[in-house]
């Protein structure tokens, strides 16, 4: 199985800052990845897919990067609405897993 | 609207079988595969498995293989999951999900707590 290790696991940051979450795999994923965004009591929503793929609806304020095994979610500019817990995952192959999650905070 | 609800679930006695569903609306159900992921309380994602379109294939997370099956109705438009020999460890909410590029939209959940 693929292992997918997220990492800060809690960050806090301040309002309009740019913000970093990284996703690493235990094995080349070729960009089959996805990030999740939970907020409190919430399921979980698609923000991004296959790495760069703004979901529908999605602010432009978020972004993906990546290859191979290192991938990045990085908001532009935080806004008190993205407090929420972040996961990644991947679909390169089954059985598809997920990285622990990030919970994000506004300091 | 896309739409996936849940339901089925509640309290269950260890070592009891549940099925949940998951009635889909809004979308063309047969054209896309379809997941299920759990969440245990306080508790990051899991993902359970996922089928295709026709059911023709079905994948699982390995350690679940033996003890959730899952399934669909195409005519209902609904999808399925059959938990046995539940165990304390399978108490989660258990979330369905649309696979397309990556899963675009899912259920509010339903909640599933393992309890004698």
């Known amino acids: 199985d693929i292992q997918m290790t997220q990492s800060p696991s809690f960050l806090s940051a301040s309002v309009g800052e740019r913000v970093t979450l990284s996703c690493k795999a235990s094995?080349?994923?070729?960009?089959?990845l996805d990030w999740y965004q939970q907020k409190l009591g919430e399921a979980p929503k698609l923000l991004i897919y296959n790495t760069n793929n703004l979901h529908t609806g999605i602010p432009s304020r978020f972004s993906g990067s990546g290859s191979g095994t290192d991938y990045t979610l990085t908001i532009s500019s935080l806004q008190p609405e993205d407090v929420a817990t972040y996961f990644c995952?991947?679909?390169?192959?089954?059985?598809?897993?997920f990285g622990s999650g990030t919970k994000l905070e506004i300091k | 609207e896309v739409k996936l609800v849940e339901s089925g679930g509640g309290l269950v006695q260890p070592g009891r079988s549940l099925k949940l569903s998951c009635a889909a609306s809004?979308?063309?159900?047969?054209?896309?595969?379809m997941g299920w992921v759990r969440q245990a309380p306080g508790k990051g994602l899991e993902w359970i498995g996922e089928?295709?379109?026709?059911?023709?294939?079905?994948n699982y997370t390995p350690s679940l293989k033996d003890k959730f099956t899952i399934s669909r109705d195409n005519a209902q438009n609904t999808l399925y999951l059959q938990m046995s020999k539940l165990g304390s460890e399978d108490t989660a909410i258990y979330y369905c999900a649309r696979g397309s590029w990556g899963f675009d939209y899912w259920g509010q959940g339903v909640m599933v707590t393992v309890s004698s």
């Open positions: 089928i295709n379109q026709d059911s023709s294939t079905i």
């Open positions: 995952l991947q679909r390169n192959s089954w059985p598809l897993t």
């Open positions: 809004g979308f063309s159900f047969n054209d896309y595969w």
């Open positions: 094995q080349n994923i070729n960009k089959y």
